[in-house]
């Protein structure tokens, strides 16, 4: 109990987990142990404490940095984007997150159109919409997949035109 009390106040997650399971296989009861964890001093932390928006705005540039902008949906950059706008609706992370999420949408929609991934393209420019920023380059892309389309569909000639040869 010692050493976990001592892990837990220098913040020493390996150490702690490690004396966490001693405690466990000797049958130490789980109230024991949380009364050793709470005895701990406080560690002075080297690392200052983030705010919930912080940590939120941390989660956004992850996602954004691993692909995840859209899906899985509750684990996305738009997911968390949404959390940090719920939390702290006129603060400047959320127009910097927002910013940084719409750049990364047009990006991925400008790849997704080069790729022939029409769908996959209009699902970023629809979503790079509804952020509202770069709208501008919204609408140049939206173009772009517009004009992709059109030239996928074959051009129909009226009936009148047709030769029937059989």
């Known amino acids: 109990l010692l050493r976990i009390s001592e892990a837990a106040a220098q913040s020493n997650s390996d150490e702690l987990d490690r004396w966490l399971a001693e405690a466990r296989a000797l049958g130490v009861s789980p109230a024991r142990v ?8 406080p560690a002075a932390t080297a690392q200052p404490v983030l705010s919930q928006s912080e ?3 941390r989660l956004v540039e ?7 902008l859209l899906e899985p949906s509750q684990d996305s950059a738009l997911a968390y984007l949404n959390a940090l706008r719920a939390t702290d609706p006129s603060g400047s992370a959320v127009a910097a997150s927002t910013r940084l999420l719409s750049d990364a949408l047009l990006q991925g929609g400008r790849n997704a159109l080069a790729n022939r ?3 996959a393209a209009l ?10 920023v ?3 380059d919204v609408d140049t892309l939206e173009r ?3 004009a992709a389309r059109t ?5 129909q000639l009226p009936p009148s035109d047709l030769k029937r040869t059989r």
């Open 34 to 41: 949380s009364s050793a964890m709470r005895a701990a001093p």
């Open 55 to 57: 940590r939120l705005a």
């Open 62 to 68: 992850d996602r954004i940095n691993d692909g995840r």
């Open 117 to 119: 991934n029409l769908d």
């Open 123 to 132: 699902t970023n420019a629809g979503a790079a919409r509804r952020l509202g």
């Open 134 to 136: 770069n709208l501008g």
């Open 144 to 146: 772009g997949i517009a």
């Open 151 to 155: 030239k996928d569909v074959p051009r």
